[in-house]
């Protein structure tokens, strides 16, 4: 009997796709690959990518009244910000306090929740970061701006710990003010400083 070798067809033995398909699913999986990097890149930066517009970013550190925070996040999303807010809060923000100073606008803001201020650092290598404070004398518009800066506000109580100006002394700013009013709202002074910023990162 005589046995006849079964032919092979181009394309087929040896490979699941033909040359030119092998070719082209490499070629998308690269500019895939390039676009998973690319992400990653821009969350490491604390940005999503399609952050291509400018953006100023609003730090609160372990803030204690609902209604400031809420108000916060409204002219955060007014200005195009995000907002980051550092832990542990003094409120949840299930708070009817919260929802009613920023119900309307609360769940189109851009809004992150961070453990530790060290953690916000970490997620953002490369960002400045600007301490607001009374206790020292550089006035906020003597700063010069820039997309992607981080303005940092403290506790309505106690503003930013001690230890964090000490380690950032030529980062701190502060809004001049006449004695007898002794501070500023927290959402006040964030908004006299955040649309400083962005005339300055607009002009």
């Known amino acids: 009997m005589n046995h006849k070798k079964p032919s092979k067809k181009p394309g087929l033995a040896g490979s699941a796709l033909p040359p030119p398909a092998d070719e082209l699913a490499k070629t998308l999986l690269a500019e895939d690959l390039t676009e998973e ?3 990653a890149d821009a969350a490491d930066a604390g ?6 517009v400018t953006m100023l970013h609003v730090v609160l550190i372990e803030p204690e009244i609902p209604p400031n925070t809420g108000n916060i996040a409204r002219l955060c999303l007014a200005a195009g910000a995000r907002l ?3 832990g542990p809060l003094g409120f949840s923000l299930d708070e009817k306090a919260l929802r009613r100073a920023g119900m309307d606008y609360w769940h189109l803001c851009d809004v992150r929740q961070w453990a530790s201020f060290d953690e916000l650092r970490l997620a953002a290598p490369g960002a400045r970061f600007y301490y607001l404070t009374t206790k020292t004398e550089r006035c906020y518009w003597e700063a ?3 997309d992607g800066d981080h303005l940092v506000f403290g506790r309505e109580t106690r503003g930013l ?3 964090l100006l000490a380690e950032n002394p030529a980062d701190c700013l502060t ?3 006449d004695p007898a009013a002794r501070s500023l709202n927290l959402a006040t002074a964030a908004g006299i400083v955040l ?4 005339r300055q990162v607009r002009s």
Request: net charge negative; aromatic share 8%.
């Open 144 to 146: 010069a701006f820039a």
């Open 161 to 163: 710990p001690e230890s």
């Open 47 to 52: 940005r999503d990518p399609e952050d291509r």
């Open 37 to 39: 990097a690319e992400a």
């Open 195 to 198: 649309y400083e910023a962005l």
């Open 175 to 177: 809004i001049p003010m």
């Open 84 to 86: 980051h807010l550092v």
